[in-house]
């Protein structure tokens, strides 16, 4: 069994297709949410406890108390999800909601 070596020319282009994916890795969605979170203030975020009413849906709550600090409204709804370990959209009228509200600096203490 002959042993097979990679020329130059193989080398350089698997190289550079290596540094392609690695670069469209970087720049991936699931890599900016991460970006995106970490930016967020951790020191600004209040929590609010909100009753569940009969009417209420996961989005229409979030869509009320929704800034643009926590990124996209589907970023906020997860952190939402997050806080209160939920594994689905679905809440309880009767429950209660811990959600997460961007502060004004001058409303921190």
Do not use: C, W
Not at 10 to 19: M, R
Not at 23 to 46: G, N, V
């Amino acid at each position: 069994m002959m042993k097979r070596t990679l020329s130059l020319p193989q080398i350089l282009v698997f190289s550079f297709l290596l540094i392609l994916l690695l670069f469209a890795l970087i720049k991936s969605p699931l890599f900016a949410f991460s970006h995106a979170q970490a930016a967020i203030d951790e020191s600004r975020i209040q929590y609010l406890s909100v009753p569940i009413v009969a009417e209420d849906t996961l989005s229409g709550i979030a869509l009320e108390y929704y800034s643009d600090e926590f990124g996209s409204m589907d970023q906020y709804i997860s952190k939402i999800k997050e806080y209160n370990s939920l594994t689905s959209d679905a809440i309880y009228a009767g429950n209660y909601l811990i959600i997460p509200i961007y502060a004004a600096s001058d409303d921190v203490s």
